[in-house]
């Protein structure tokens, strides 16, 4: 839509969260959504895994029409709270002045994209769409780790708030945190975290309690507990609230135990470093990764993905959505950034290779299976085929033909 569509007379009725960056986001909003909830019912959410009322999914078209059904469903109902997964595409198009948002959070930037926007330059312009529109009252949730984030700081327009979140793993800060974690303990039931004081938000508990399994968790937690306090949700019920909220499907999902087996949606260079550092320091043998790279998508990621998964002990290369690409054309190019590695395993057919991954993983071992989490079909030479990381893991796949 190249001239958006003026957003409904309605629309400003809504206080509505818009979440973006590289990672996390799918996360973050689901976070938002349920703390949300403590000012309104039903909560609208939009994210990459669809459209939701509360913990119902809606059946509605795509885009924006499905978009602006769920909200007018969610206005008949009484709902005046809103969090949306905004994609850098989403915004380039023009989001932004399609539907108003009161508060923009900011995950975090890395190597994305490059087939849609040319250039990094490019990509965080689209996002820093969000918050140039955030209108004066309106707050700002940035990432203090995140130098992108220093610059979505400098075009925010008069009389929008700040309020800064990060985990000291991300990096130097570049300015203080009002929401900050010092300590993180990770482990298979979930993770805990030791909080900062914080002057501006006084009565903020020392320790936050999470089911989902991962330091980036933390991270997530904290923008989106950033995002409620500056909706108006008590601090108090929002950090107990948290403790109780289930993470997507395919993020950090552990499907078996002996070997523990792990399927993640990690597709970027980032995210997957930040994986297998969980997946690391939980694992008590043999580290396995089983990856691949998407077809028609960023080349310029495939190498650095390679980089990143040299961390595992033995990778199992594969296909991800090859789409219109030769499958081992794209798995020469990620190859090519794991160089020497003291084993290196390449399969071409993904069912196969978790299944040799996990059939050759001992009790103790770690299988981390990456790159499409919760998706449920497999882009082949223009087909959507049916295919589930977890179903193959669990022995109820079907195999791609």
Same mark, same amino acid.
């Given at each position: 839509?190249?001239?958006?569509?003026?957003?409904?007379?309605?629309?400003?009725?809504?206080?509505? +969260?818009?979440?973006?960056?590289?990672?996390?986001?799918?996360? @973050?909003?689901?976070?938002?959504?349920?703390?949300?909830?403590?000012?309104? #019912?039903?909560?609208?959410?939009?994210?990459?895994?669809?459209?939701?009322?509360?913990?119902? !999914?809606?059946?509605?078209?795509?885009?924006?029409?499905?978009?602006?059904?769920?909200?007018?469903?969610?206005?008949?109902?009484?709902?005046?709270? *809103?969090?949306?997964?905004?994609?850098?595409?989403?915004?380039?198009?023009?989001?932004?002045? *399609?539907?108003?948002?009161?508060?923009? +959070? %900011?995950?975090?930037?890395?190597?994305?994209?490059?087939?849609?926007?040319?250039?990094?330059?490019?990509?965080?312009?689209?996002?820093?769409?969000?918050?140039? *529109?955030?209108?004066?009252?309106?707050?700002?949730?940035?990432?203090?780790?995140?130098?992108?984030?220093?610059?979505?700081?400098?075009?925010?327009?008069?009389?929008?708030?700040?309020?800064?979140?990060?985990?000291?793993?991300?990096?130097?800060?570049?300015?203080?945190?009002?929401?900050?974690?010092?300590?993180?303990? +990770?482990? %298979? =039931?979930?993770?805990?975290?030791?909080?900062?004081?914080?002057?501006? %938000?006084?009565?903020?508990?020392?320790?936050?309690?999470?089911?989902?399994?991962?330091?980036?968790?933390?991270?997530?937690?904290?923008?989106?507990?950033?995002?409620?306090?500056?909706?108006?949700?008590?601090?108090?019920?929002?950090?107990?609230?948290?403790?109780?909220? *289930?993470?997507?499907?395919?993020?950090?999902?552990?499907? !078996?135990?002996?070997?523990?087996?792990? #399927?993640?949606?990690?597709? @970027?260079?980032?995210?997957?470093?930040?994986?297998?550092?969980?997946?690391?320091?939980?694992?008590?043998?043999?580290?396995?990764?089983?990856?691949?790279?998407?077809?028609? !998508?960023?080349?310029?990621?495939?190498?650095?993905?390679?980089?990143?998964?040299?961390?595992?002990?033995?990778?199992?290369?594969?296909?991800?959505?090859? !789409?219109?690409?030769?499958?081992?054309?794209?798995?020469?190019?990620?190859?090519?950034?794991?160089?020497?590695?003291?084993?290196?395993?390449?399969?071409?057919?993904?069912? =196969?290779?978790?299944?040799?991954?996990?059939?050759?993983?001992?009790? =103790?071992?770690?299988?981390?299976?990456?790159?499409?989490?919760?998706?449920?079909?497999?882009?082949?030479?223009?087909?959507?085929?049916? %295919?589930?990381?977890?179903?193959? +893991?669990?022995?109820?796949?079907?195999?791609?033909?």
């Amino acid at each position: 839509m190249r001239d958006p569509p003026a957003p409904p007379e309605w629309a400003n009725s809504f206080l509505s +969260v818009g979440v973006t960056g590289t990672n996390g986001k799918t996360s @973050t909003t689901r976070m938002i959504a349920n703390l949300l909830g403590l000012l309104s #019912v039903p909560v609208a959410s939009v994210t990459t895994l669809g459209c939701f009322l509360d913990e119902e !999914r809606l059946v509605v078209p795509g885009h924006y029409p499905g978009f602006l059904a769920t909200m007018e469903r969610c206005r008949a109902l009484g709902g005046r709270c *809103a969090a949306l997964e905004l994609t850098s595409e989403a915004l380039a198009l023009g989001f932004a002045k *399609a539907w108003p948002c009161r508060i923009g +959070v %900011f995950t975090n930037l890395s190597q994305d994209h490059a087939d849609s926007h040319g250039s990094l330059e490019h990509y965080l312009a689209s996002k820093a769409q969000l918050f140039m *529109a955030l209108p004066a009252g309106g707050v700002a949730v940035l990432n203090a780790h995140d130098e992108s984030a220093e610059l979505l700081s400098e075009v925010l327009a008069p009389g929008v708030d700040v309020i800064r979140y990060g985990v000291p793993s991300r990096g130097e800060a570049w300015a203080g945190a009002e929401l900050a974690a010092e300590e993180i303990e +990770v482990s %298979f =039931q979930g993770t805990r975290a030791v909080l900062a004081r914080s002057q501006r %938000f006084p009565n903020l508990p020392r320790e936050l309690v999470l089911l989902a399994i991962g330091e980036v968790f933390v991270e997530n937690a904290l923008a989106a507990l950033g995002a409620a306090l500056a909706a108006g949700a008590p601090v108090e019920q929002a950090v107990r609230r948290l403790a109780s909220v *289930a993470p997507p499907a395919g993020r950090f999902e552990l499907v !078996r135990e002996r070997p523990h087996v792990v #399927v993640d949606y990690a597709h @970027t260079p980032d995210a997957l470093a930040r994986t297998l550092h969980t997946a690391r320091s939980l694992c008590r043998g043999q580290l396995t990764l089983v990856f691949g790279a998407g077809g028609d !998508r960023d080349k310029l990621k495939r190498p650095l993905l390679g980089a990143a998964a040299r961390a595992a002990d033995c990778i199992v290369l594969t296909s991800d959505n090859p !789409r219109s690409e030769e499958p081992a054309a794209i798995m020469d190019e990620v190859e090519a950034g794991i160089g020497r590695h003291a084993l290196l395993l390449r399969e071409e057919d993904r069912a =196969q290779a978790i299944r040799l991954a996990v059939g050759r993983a001992a009790p =103790q071992d770690l299988v981390l299976i990456a790159g499409k989490g919760h998706e449920r079909t497999q882009e082949v030479s223009g087909a959507s085929l049916p %295919f589930s990381d977890v179903a193959i +893991v669990r022995g109820s796949g079907t195999l791609p033909r």
